[in-house]
């Protein structure tokens, strides 16, 4: 089992940064593909970004790239999305989530709100 923990949002003008913190435990987070969703109010849950046990990094191709990064510490066994020139569509709840190898994503933290302002 793997338990994940999500911490960081807040409110925050547009044009600031936030970063969003996912902490795991049950399993180390270099062994899983760890992943940053996000469900704006009324819509449907997206993909942000993940980086995989290999250390291989993917974002979502428009939304956030260039303005999101993803990163892992093996130490703490937490992983990060630093978010930089938020924007008013950015507020949404953000879920950290983990896939094991091979398998798909079955393990999700309880989300943290994000609110950006204009």
């Known amino acids: 089992q793997v338990q994940l923990v999500e911490s960081g949002g807040e409110l925050v003008q547009a044009g600031g940064s936030l970063r969003l913190s996912c902490a795991a435990s049950?399993?180390?987070?270099?062994?899983?593909?760890m992943g940053w969703f996000r469900r704006a109010p009324g819509k449907e849950r997206e993909f942000v970004a993940q980086?995989?046990?290999?250390?291989?990094?993917?974002y979502d191709k428009d939304s956030v790239k260039g303005r999101f990064t993803i990163s892992r510490d093996n130490a703490k066994n937490t992983v990060y999305l630093q978010m930089n020139s938020l924007k008013p569509e950015d507020t949404a709840v953000y879920y950290c989530?983990?896939?094991?190898?091979?398998?798909?994503?079955?393990?999700w933290g309880q989300g943290t709100q994000v609110t950006v302002s204009s």
């Open positions: 989530a983990a896939a094991t190898v091979g398998g798909g994503y079955s393990y």
């Open positions: 980086i995989s046990w290999t250390g291989t990094i993917t």
């Open positions: 049950g399993r180390t987070v270099s062994s899983l593909t």
